[in-house]
């Protein structure tokens, strides 16, 4: 890895990237080792998934990972063992760039791999933690809101119910990002995570020409951003699917009065009603 000192650059200032300053809770600083030139790409798309990936969970890593490279798209990550490193790797096998977005220093890059050098070289180390700090458990869904913040868009590929990749979907689609999650086998534990965003929204994809058309289509085939669902109720369903009852007791109201708005949403449309009298909002 070089062996330059990471470049300190600070919100407001000329090199910081604009899409992180829309987000909620944006760093006040990020450190950087590599092409900083990046942060000022057009288009930046996030691959995120399981540590413990299938070989079919892999293989689409890599080819999303390559096919996005390939069209022009920086592909964003964790550098996490698994689908993060899978996409980081195609990405830089096809010719383009890649941006990894770390839970410690830049300087102590983790997972310690040569991978990492690689990145620096070729790419971007990216942190909001400074140079000389370890990993934390903490450090990572704090690095996940980094991540999609960077990103217009996040595919998540194969995770299991309880993932750090949805952690970084949650932050997505709270920042206002598109999220596309990509089917598995329904027999599988790595298939969850995944097959339980399509049920709250996310856009089904099964290839990265589909996300590659969208991104780079012409703007008649540009599709704006749903508004963000107004009131208590319709709030309360943002990422998530839940019953009336479940409803009820979040907002502390009667049963009864969130049947009647909960048909009335759903009759313009606005709310979604789900098997087994689950709600929640359109995709």
Known sequence: MSTTAPLRISTGGPSWPPALETIDGPPEHL??????ELLGALRRVAIVGTRSPTPYGEAQAERFGRALAAA????VSGMARGVDQAAHRAAMA??????????????VPWPDVPLAGEIAERGLLLSEFPPGQGPRPHHFPLRNRV????????????AAAASGSLITARWAADQGRAVYALPGRVDHPMSRGTHRLLREGAAL?????????????????ARPAPPRPEGPL????VGETLSADELAERLGRELSDVLVEL???????RVVRAPGGLYRLPA
Do not use: F
């Open 31 to 36: 450190w950087l080792r590599g092409r900083a």
């Open 72 to 75: 022009g798209i920086v592909v």
């Open 94 to 107: 096809a010719g383009g760039d890649t941006i990894a977005v770390l839970g410690s220093g830049v300087d």
């Open 147 to 158: 991540i999609s913040g960077l990103s217009e868009a996040v595919v998540v590929i194969e």
């Open 205 to 221: 994809i099964e290839s990265p020409e589909e996300l590659v058309g969208e991104l780079l289509g012409d703007a008649s085939r």
């Open 234 to 237: 319709l709030e309360a369903l």
């Open 263 to 269: 048909v009335a949403h759903e009759l313009e449309g």
